[in-house]
């Protein structure tokens, strides 16, 4: 599958997102929105007003990852709101078979999230009810972390169980994504790069995801 960079908003200038959208858009495939409860994460970020808000700017397809400790009741708001795809951590629902039910019957596309010490067992069983598997490369919570490299063993591990299942479930990177970071990532088997400080904290946004895309597109 070709290469989608989606930058993660949490890093852009809340005071101007619609700009901070607006600028990126035309040059990357979906944008990625961190939702947090400041109790599965010790941090607050955005939730249902600033989504809608945005889902009135763009079309930009919508990847809300939800860093919070009741994501099932946060589904029908967020697709009202404007949301395309919603990922919950499977250290919040063991087991996420009814959370994926309940997001189709919304027409919510649904992907699970393991954290950096999760193993990639703990969602095996329910990769196939899954658009996306996103791998987190920090801790979740905040931005401008490191990326943290034994990420990448689990991610081999995933790119071997979806092919050899005839799935066709997407693999997400998140967290500490450099042009560097995003080329071991490519190189394990990720097809969607989520990048924040590298992304809206750059001098030049357009400029940084070109070389994001430049890093995961040569030498396939
Ligand atoms: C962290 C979030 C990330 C974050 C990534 O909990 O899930 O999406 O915005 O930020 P960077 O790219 O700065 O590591
Ligand atoms: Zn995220």
Redesign the pocket.
Known sequence: MPARIAP????ADFARLAEEVGRVEPHVDLL?L?V?DGHF?PNLSFGMPVIESLRAVTDLYFDC?L?VTNPISLFEPLAGAGANLVTIHIEVHPDPTRAAEKARELGLDFGLVIDPGTPFEAVAPFVELCDLLLL?A????????AFIPEVLPKMETARKFIDSAGLNTDIEI????TPETARRARDAGADVF??????F?APDPVAAVERLRTAVDGME
């Open positions: 993660s908003l949490l890093a990625h961190d947090m994460v990852h860093m987190m920090v801790q979740p919570g905040f931005g401008g972390q998140d967290g500490g994504i989520v990048a924040g400080t590298a992304i904290r």
